[in-house]
């Protein structure tokens, strides 16, 4: 048996390599793991319908201290942004049957959060994300 190994990425807005594919216009975030093209992860952003709404979200964001979480909730599944430190946020998931924890500074991480301002939208090569997404969803056998 053999012990788990966790990667952990690092997502910087400065990185040297590309990290961000995109966000379509579900808010859901298209990113490289490690900046490697092959090795794309979707990860369920945040989705607001009001202003109000998105502005308790993001002030929720800046509040977190280290060891804090918050959930966002999505209609088909929740994901977990913890406070790791300083400066230090991560979401956990899976890629390729491996768990991962993408760390993100909080500028990176907040940016991400901004595109869920419902007058935000999405770039016209975005749209396809979303697309190449839904596809997959409807290519797999129905749940019984």
């Known amino acids: 048996m053999t012990e788990p190994f966790v ?6 807005l400065d ?3 590309p990290w961000l594919m995109g966000v379509d216009p579900s808010r859901n975030y298209w990113i490289w793991v490690n ?3 092959d090795l794309t992860v979707m990860i369920p952003g945040l ?31 929740s994901v977990t942004v ?21 760390l993100f500074d909080r500028e990176s991480l907040e940016s991400l959060l ?9 770039a016209p090569k975005d749209v396809e994300l979303g697309r190449s997404w839904l596809a997959r969803a409807f290519a797999q056998p129905a749940q019984v």
């Open 15 to 17: 990185d040297e390599f």
């Open 47 to 77: 989705l607001v319908t009001d202003l109000e709404a998105w502005k308790g979200l993001i002030r929720q964001f800046r509040r977190l201290q280290p060891q804090e979480k918050m959930q966002i909730e999505r209609v088909a599944q």
């Open 82 to 102: 913890y406070c790791v430190s300083t400066n230090c946020y991560a979401i956990a998931s899976e890629v390729n049957g491996a768990p991962v924890w993408h």
């Open 7 to 12: 990667l952990s990425p690092r997502y910087r």
């Open 35 to 37: 900046g490697e093209s």
């Open 114 to 122: 901004m595109t869920s301002h419902p007058d935000w939208q999405c």
